[in-house]
């Protein structure tokens, strides 16, 4: 068994849970197309949304499994506060995918086909390769949240400031917890080469199943139909931010054998976010009060018997 690397500043800050109820599960006024009515950016946010769930209580899931091993008090302590946090991007997540389904996208199959995929990866894959999956996943939603932190063009593609304000506190928390998983991984001896290998694989079903969840959404659309709307929609896709060689080699840099999540620093970037988010989504607030996700309940990442 391993130690976490403790000269990674990331390793000693708390991370705490915010309140937050964004309420979108029932905003009839969030349009078909609400990435300012771009349409194939439409349907790639509401596929992403769409996993984001299940996602998010494999990762629960995942790291609960070796709590019992994490002896340092500083990273027991951020194991709490990740769960608590994935359990809130979970929670207000269902919540915008039932406004999607209400208006056409098909999150509730894709939420099923997320089940079904990291349930079978439950079962038939050893439980160090499950953490290692949630590992490489963390360092994905790392890397294109600090996207949107950083890039106002990303931010400008949110049209509405509700789903805008939703994803930039979902993206604060993924570059404030990024190193967790990858932190419990290193505590139970993953070793390089297996984090190396899993990455290749999570990046192949990763990209897609998102590109095919993000298709079948547009089969299920009749604007995309309309080469006037599609051709130039695919041209803008391509100009992504998300898709720029920068954001591409941050998230290679975790095939390297000295890789840290910690490496990149973005503190002042998550206190910068903290505090101009904080009108909206509020300040963070100390376990003792937050509380984890009680087992069984909506927010809890175990799956239920049924």
């Known amino acids: ?26 905003d009839e006024a969030t349009p078909r197309h609400f990435m300012r009515g771009d349409l194939v950016m439409s349907h790639v946010v509401a596929a992403l949304s769409a996993v984001f769930p299940e996602g998010e209580a494999y990762f629960i899931r995942t790291v609960r499994n070796y709590r019992d091993q994490v002896t340092d008090p500083g990273l027991k302590e951020q194991v709490t506060g990740f769960v608590a946090q994935e359990a809130a991007h979970r929670r207000e ?64 593609l949110f049209g509405d ?25 290193q505590v139970i001896g993953g070793g390089p080469l297996l984090r190396a290998w899993t990455m290749r694989l999570v990046s192949l079903s990763f990209v897609g199943s998102i590109s095919f969840s993000a298709a079948l959404s547009m089969a299920l659309d009749p604007a995309a139909y309309d080469p006037r709307r599609l051709l130039p929609s695919v041209v803008r896709l391509r100009r992504s931010p998300w898709l720029r060689r920068d954001t591409l080699r941050r998230i290679q840099d975790y095939q390297r054998a000295d890789f840290h999540p910690g490496d990149r620093e973005t503190a002042a970037l998550v206190a910068r976010w903290s505090d101009e988010l904080s009108p909206r989504i509020g300040k963070p607030v100390s376990m003792a009060r937050h509380g984890e996700p009680q087992p069984g309940s909506p927010a809890d990442g175990r799956r239920p018997d049924r």
């Open 93 to 156: 997540h269902r919540q915008f995918n039932d406004r999607l389904a209400a208006l056409g996208y098909p999150t509730p199959l894709v939420d099923r086909l997320t089940r079904y995929v990291f349930g079978l990866t439950e079962k038939s894959v050893p439980r160090n390769v499950q953490l290692a999956v949630t590992a490489a996943l963390e360092h994905y939603t790392a890397t294109l949240a600090e996207v949107l932190l950083t890039d106002p063009d990303a931010q400008k």
């Open 1 to 26: 068994m391993t130690d976490v690397r403790t000269t990674s500043l990331v390793h000693l800050r708390p991370i705490r849970p915010r309140r937050v109820s964004f309420g979108l599960g029932t």
């Open 161 to 185: 400031d509700e789903i805008r304000t939703m994803f930039l506190w979902h993206a604060l928390e993924e570059v404030e917890h990024k190193a967790v998983a990858f932190d419990v991984y």
